[in-house]
């Protein structure tokens, strides 16, 4: 009996409880930035600090750092 009502439990309350993955599949915005260099760099926007941008390259996969100012 107690065996029913756990699994009970489960199936009921088991996407509530799982509300934390969804947040996994939000990505960030996708962005172009052109420098004052000229060099251009695409991505998705992964931290706004207060003089910093990072953003996930999207040709290399690797995290750039886009200081402001």
């Not at 489960?10 to 599949?25: Q, S």
């Not at 003089?51 to 200081?67: E, K, P």
């Amino acid at each position: 009996m107690q065996g029913k009502v756990m699994a009970m439990f489960v199936i009921l309350f088991l996407p509530i409880l799982n509300a934390d993955l969804y947040a996994k599949e939000r990505r960030g915005a996708e962005l172009a930035v052109a420098k004052t260099d000229g060099q251009h760099i695409a991505g998705e926007l992964i931290a706004v600090k207060h003089s910093m941008l990072l953003l996930l390259d999207a040709n290399t996969g690797a995290d750039v750092s886009l200081i402001l100012g």
